[in-house]
């Protein structure tokens, strides 16, 4: 079983500024991915960015990056230069082993203040 | 080309009624699944499903079943719906190794 923890059901930030969510995990598997997803307006479900477990090199997408701490448990994603087209609701995500899917935490709602 | 897609968008049916929800994948994933968001929007597996098995979450009732006549193609039917089941409704595909997943634009469902 997993469990993951958003503990900011909202945020806001400057446009132009710098925000950070947070996320801890919890999971038995020793083989598991994590992803951080946007869900604007539109409901749609967007990847933002992904991490394996295995790799102990943070990911980085462009003006995303995220701060990984395995022993910690604590996966937190960090947005630069925020833009008005990031507000949206964050989901942090776990995926352990075989075809269980993804655990989702209940989501950060982040506003952009122009 | 999209990628997943689901049919229909939206949904507003009666309370008893039986319904399907249809997801499409043509990325070649192995396996497929059905999430369900709330209205506080917390999303929650429902059913995840390759060629060899079927995991379902304990907590879903047995009036939703999904089915698949082929690997590409995994729909939800729902039979004597409930007005707690409004909620939208994600299908989405994953390859097994990367366990990224795309997700379909969602269908709202409305029981009234």
Partial sequence: AQTVTQSQPEMSVQ?????????????SESDYYLFWY????????????????????????NRFSVNFQKAAKSFSLKISDSQLGDAAMYFCACSGGGADGLTFGKGTHLIIQP | DTAVSQTPKYLV????NDKSIK?????????MYWYKQDSKKFLKIMFSYNNKE???????????????????????HINSLELGDSAVYFCASSHRGTRQAFFGQGTRLTVV
């Fill in chain 1, 15 to 27: 446009e132009a500024e710098t925000v950070t969510l947070s996320c801890t995990y919890d999971t």
């Fill in chain 1, 38 to 61: 946007k869900q604007p307006p539109s409901r749609q479900m967007i990847l933002v960015i992904r991490q394996e477990a295995y790799k102990q090199q943070n990911a980085t997408e």
């Fill in chain 2, 54 to 76: 079927l995991i379902i979450n304990e907590t879903v009732p047995n009036r939703f079943s999904p089915k698949s006549p082929d690997k590409a193609h995994l729909n939800l």
């Fill in chain 2, 23 to 31: 997801c499409e994948q043509n990325l070649g994933h192995d396996t």
């Fill in chain 2, 13 to 16: 049916t009666q309370m008893g």
